[in-house]
């Protein structure tokens, strides 16, 4: 009886081992982890090369590309210089026969970027294509993060006719506003900073800032970005001991200045009390205080007002 009983269990060991094995056999091996190649076209693709691939002809092949693709990838020349393409104020510039009298723009080629390994994204290329038959002045032609040589030809054109202009259209695409706010941006960080831009220059690239942002200040993007450069350079040239001798206000500032914010900040390390004028510089742009319709509609009465009335342990 022992013995029948060990028969059984044996019986039904190599039974249970035969399923096994045959259920393992119908299952599909699991194709490998296809694998990521990162090329310098800035191309991504993902794929499958492995022989064994139970896919087989049916393999997945996903490609993703960016960038313009009116983009000529330029090398930058590390033997340019900026005084060499750039153009001052009220000097006139030609370029593919359309005249810009303004200045204040380079011109050239091969301007290394700030960084020095990219081409600058403002350089107007001479040699570069463009369609003065069919400008473009649209958007979507541009990119977020637009760069003259890799800017359609087409697109150039309508740059070059903003260039040409009073540059005060407030209908012309943000694009090419911000196409020239990048070659004067990076004269008052980058080449002012090598000493390369005098005192006259400077106050001059400064106030066609400040009158960029009184045009455009309908753009958040561009307010933000004009705002924060201005901010930065008052910074740069005052002092973190002593507050301003006038607190500092913009009606198309995001948030507070931050030459306001240094100011709150002195005082606030001294121990001494908001003088009314910074209170109220602070008040009315401060986006967590929600200015009444009253102060709103009489913003020279409210301001009389808050600073003249007296307030217990405040300085007047």
């Not at 056999?25 to 990162?38: K, L, M, N, V």
């Not at 695409?173 to 002012?192: A, I, S, T, W």
Request: include cysteine.
């Amino acid at each position: 009886m022992e013995e029948f009983i060990w028969v059984i269990l044996l019986v039904g060991v190599v039974w249970l081992a035969a399923k096994r094995s045959k259920r393992k056999r119908s299952q599909p091996q699991r194709p490998e982890r296809a694998g990521i190649s990162t090329k310098s076209d800035h191309t991504v693709s993902r794929q499958n090369n492995s022989s064994d691939d139970t896919l087989g002809e049916y393999g997945i092949h996903v490609e993703v590309r960016y960038g313009n693709l009116h983009g000529i990838d330029l090398a930058p020349d590390p033997k340019v210089t900026p005084q060499e393409c750039w153009v001052p104020a009220g000097q006139p510039a030609t370029v593919h026969g359309v005249t810009i009298p303004g200045g204040r723009l380079f011109v050239g080629r091969g301007l290394p970027a700030g960084e020095t390994y990219s081409i600058e994204p403002s350089l107007v290329d001479p040699d570069l294509p463009v369609n003065l038959k069919n400008p473009a002045n649209h958007e979507d032609t541009l990119g977020y993060w637009p760069q003259y040589h890799r800017i359609s030809p087409e697109a150039r054109a309508g740059y070059l006719h903003f260039l040409a202009s009073d540059r005060g259209d407030p209908s012309v695409p943000m694009g090419f506003v911000f196409l020239y706010f990048y070659g004067l941006e990076r004269r008052l960080l980058v080449d002012n900073q090598a000493g390369e831009v005098s005192s006259a220059e400077y106050e001059d690239l400064i106030g066609e800032v400040q009158r960029l942002l009184s045009v455009y200040s309908h753009s958040n993007s561009f307010k933000g970005y004009a705002s924060h450069l201005l901010d930065y350079l008052a910074m740069a040239e005052s002092s973190f001991d002593t507050p301003s001798t006038t607190p500092v206000t913009r009606e198309r500032q995001n948030g507070l200045p931050s030459q306001l914010l240094v100011d709150l900040g002195i005082f606030s390390a001294s121990h001494q009390p908001i003088p009314a004028d910074w209170a109220y510089a602070w008040v009315i742009q401060d986006p967590q205080f929600r200015l009444r319709t009253a102060a709103e509609r009489c913003p020279d009465e409210f301001k009389a007002l808050f600073i003249h009335t007296p307030v217990s342990g405040a300085p007047r």
